[in-house]
């Protein structure tokens, strides 16, 4: 037991001082893989925080996929964000991996290389490769992936994959890494729903739980959207009704000269106000 705390000890020292690194280190772009379809202007955004030598992370994986298809990408979109844990030894090397194929082949190789590395995720346990070295770790990950992704060379994945530091995929995972410490992330899978993180949900959550609680969400802002459209239509119908006054539509100031002053309320519609009148914004002009 105590040297489990010691080593816990020494790893909150690390985390500590890798958040106050990321403090003043910005990232080009906000780091993750975005999964298939899902926009940027979705009004449901669910993060999920993985790491892909955690068997919870694995279990969780199922929900994901499922969840994706029952939604359209303007609707929701799942981002994958990767902390690599430091006691499973060849994490961040398989993090990496991702960040490299997705720099070289574009997002759409995340989905099956991520599913490949749960596939096959006992063979990169820390006892199954005891006696690898990590090149040997590298170019056993390039096998699969050269397998999966034929037009995938050697030297742009060595490139990529040097060793500790040097490389700009390198640098990427270490971001991700920084992201997941900045977001107070301790372990995986962890969710965060529209930027709060979801601690109702973990590794066991089915699709149906997942469906409920999304659909909710997805539905609460159609609704949201309905309501717009119908004040929308609303103001419009208010302004044809009014007796006495023309609406101009995408007109100039020029057009009031003489007869008012020019009162553009709604969406390029607009008409003249006398000198009593005033101009409301989403009315028109009114005597007060």
């Known amino acids: 037991m105590a040297s ?17 690194w ?14 298939k379809g899902g926009l940027a202007t979705a009004p449901v955004q669910l993060e999920i925080f993985i790491d892909p030598l955690c068997p919870y992370s694995k279990a969780a994986y199922p929900a994901m996929k499922k969840l994706e298809q029952a939604f359209k990408g303007s609707e929701l979109r799942i981002t994958f ?13 398989v993090a990496q991996s991702a960040s490299t194929l997705v720099h070289l082949l574009g997002i759409k190789v995340f989905p099956p290389w991520i599913e ?13 490769t005891k006696d690898l070295t990590a090149v040997q770790v590298v170019d056993l990950l390039f096998s699969w992936a050269s397998t999966a992704f034929p037009t995938l060379t050697k ?36 969710f965060y729903l529209n930027g ?3 601690d109702a949900a ?19 802002n159609k609704k949201t959207a309905v309501r717009e459209f119908e004040t929308s239509a609303m103001l419009m119908a208010s302004q044809r009704r009014l007796p006495d006054r023309r609406v101009y539509y995408g007109t100039s100031d020029a057009v009031c000269n003489g007869v008012g ?28």
């Open 261 to 288: 002053m020019h009162c553009e309320f709604f969406y390029s519609q607009s008409m003249c106000c006398n000198e009593q009148e005033t101009c409301i914004m989403q009315y028109g002009c009114k005597a007060f």
């Open 4 to 20: 489990s705390t010691t080593s816990w000890s020494r790893l909150l020292v690390l985390l500590c001082a890798c958040v106050a």
């Open 155 to 190: 030297e742009a994945w060595s490139q990529q994959m040097t060793g500790h530091g040097g490389s700009e995929m390198d640098e990427k995972t270490r971001q991700l890494f920084r992201y997941s410490l900045a977001h107070g992330i301790s372990g995986t899978p962890m």
């Open 196 to 198: 709060v993180h979801y």
């Open 116 to 128: 490949t590395i749960y596939a096959n995720q006992d063979k990169l346990y820390n006892l199954p």
């Open 22 to 35: 990321a403090v003043a280190d910005i990232p080009t772009t906000t780091p993750g893989f975005v999964y």
């Open 81 to 93: 964000q990767v902390l690599p844990l430091p006691f499973h030894k060849h994490a961040f090397t």
């Open 202 to 220: 973990d590794s066991s959550w089915t699709f149906e739980q997942w469906y409920a609680a999304i659909k909710d969400l997805v539905d609460a």
